[in-house]
């Protein structure tokens, strides 16, 4: 068994991942390496020989990736700020562009003991879950419409507790239900969301058209439908002083706000920007 240069492997991934239409070739391309290698990615230049099985497994990865399959299906995982979710089949992927949000939450509990926060929408529970790493005194509160999402979320809070964070409490339920999380009305330190918002019929790459949950992608009314809800549950739900931060499409700017804004126990409204400079999420506190 004649060992091989596991750089030609990454060229030769690269280029089919490239030809493929894949986003970042190269990204993916040393990501499947390292996950087969069960090294991190900045490891690899460490390793300049692989035996023909790893040749093999790299390539059976690369094959299923050029597909468009997402990447995270293929290694598992998808990580949010300091933590890692289980991913898969029926669950949305947790994006890169949700950690700033993430930031402005952590910055804004900072200080307070025993926080409240509530994640509306929770899909495989990323957001929670990474604020009960971060502020293992918080009381972390979550909710999903969708039993598959729920069973990843499940799945990922049991492994979180596990490693010693502190649990989580997952709900199922409907953020347009007014009376969802009635007992904490008044109560809450943060609302977390990053609902489904794309205007349906948006043009979108094959990885978020054929594997993401339509219903975590998508909402009604121009893509505005769920958000709406969370911001009237939001409002209801937070206390004097607690914040509220809320992701949406990036078309929606301008509406967000002044969505958040015609609520008027909300205040210090403001639209952020994600990592690409495009309008990303918009925060607000509770008068
Ligand atoms: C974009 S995903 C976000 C998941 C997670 N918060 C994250 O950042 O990775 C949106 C989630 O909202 C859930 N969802 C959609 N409509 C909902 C509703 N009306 N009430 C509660 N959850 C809903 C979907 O099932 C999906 O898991």
Same mark, same amino acid.
């Given at each position: 068994?004649?060992?091989?240069?596991?750089?030609?492997?990454?060229?030769?991934?690269?280029?089919?991942?490239?030809?493929?239409?894949?986003?970042?070739?190269?990204?993916?391309?040393?990501?499947?390496?390292?996950?087969?290698?069960?090294?991190?990615? =900045?490891?690899?230049?460490?390793?300049?020989?692989?035996?023909?099985?790893?040749?093999?497994?790299?390539?059976?990865?690369?094959?299923?990736?050029?597909?468009?399959?997402?990447?995270?299906?293929?290694?598992?995982?998808?990580?949010?700020?300091?933590?890692?979710?289980?991913?898969?089949?029926?669950?949305?992927?947790?994006?890169?562009?949700?950690?700033?949000?993430?930031?402005?939450?952590?910055?804004?509990?900072?200080?307070?003991?025993?926080?409240?926060?509530?994640?509306?929408?929770? =899909?495989?529970?990323?957001?929670?879950?990474?604020?009960?790493?971060?502020?293992?005194?918080?009381?972390?509160?979550?909710?999903?419409?969708?039993?598959?999402?729920?069973?990843?979320?499940?799945?990922?809070?049991?492994?979180?507790?596990?490693?010693?964070?502190?649990?989580?409490?997952?709900?199922? =339920?409907?953020?347009?239900?007014?009376?969802?999380?009635?007992?904490?009305?008044?109560?809450?330190?943060?609302?977390?969301?990053?609902?489904?918002?794309?205007?349906?019929?948006?043009?979108?790459?094959?990885?978020?058209?054929?594997?993401?949950?339509?219903?975590?992608?998508?909402?009604?009314?121009?893509?505005?439908?769920?958000?709406?809800?969370?911001?009237?549950?939001?409002?209801?739900?937070?206390?004097? =002083?607690?914040?509220?931060?809320?992701?949406?499409?990036?078309?929606?700017?301008?509406?967000?706000?002044?969505?958040?804004?015609?609520?008027?126990?909300?205040?210090?409204?403001?639209?952020?920007?994600?990592?690409?400079?495009?309008?990303?999420?918009?925060?607000?506190?509770?008068?």
């Amino acid at each position: 068994m004649k060992r091989q240069p596991l750089r030609l492997a990454i060229l030769e991934a690269i280029r089919i991942l490239e030809a493929a239409g894949v986003e970042s070739p190269r990204t993916d391309a040393e990501l499947i390496a390292a996950h087969v290698l069960g090294v991190e990615r =900045g490891r690899l230049p460490l390793v300049p020989l692989v035996d023909p099985p790893v040749i093999d497994a790299i390539g059976k990865l690369v094959t299923e990736r050029a597909k468009r399959v997402p990447l995270q299906y293929l290694t598992g995982w998808a990580a949010l700020g300091p933590i890692t979710v289980e991913v898969g089949p029926g669950v949305f992927i947790p994006r890169p562009e949700t950690e700033l949000l993430l930031e402005w939450g952590l910055a804004l509990l900072r200080g307070r003991t025993n926080p409240i926060v509530v994640d509306l929408c929770t =899909g495989s529970g990323a957001l929670a879950l990474a604020v009960a790493h971060a502020m293992p005194d918080a009381v972390v509160y979550a909710v999903d419409s969708d039993p598959h999402a729920l069973a990843w979320a499940r799945h990922n809070a049991d492994v979180r507790a596990e490693a010693g964070d502190t649990p989580i409490r997952l709900y199922s =339920g409907d953020v347009g239900d007014d009376t969802i999380f009635a007992e904490l009305d008044g109560l809450v330190d943060l609302v977390l969301c990053n609902p489904p918002y794309v205007p349906p019929g948006g043009e979108l790459p094959p990885e978020v058209l054929d594997y993401d949950p339509p219903q975590a992608v998508f909402a009604a009314d121009g893509g505005l439908a769920v958000i709406r809800q969370a911001v009237a549950t939001a409002a209801r739900l937070l206390k004097p =002083g607690g914040g509220l931060a809320i992701e949406h499409d990036d078309t929606h700017g301008s509406v967000v706000p002044a969505l958040v804004t015609a609520r008027k126990v909300l205040t210090a409204v403001e639209d952020h920007p994600d990592l690409t400079g495009r309008p990303r999420f918009v925060t607000a506190r509770r008068l």
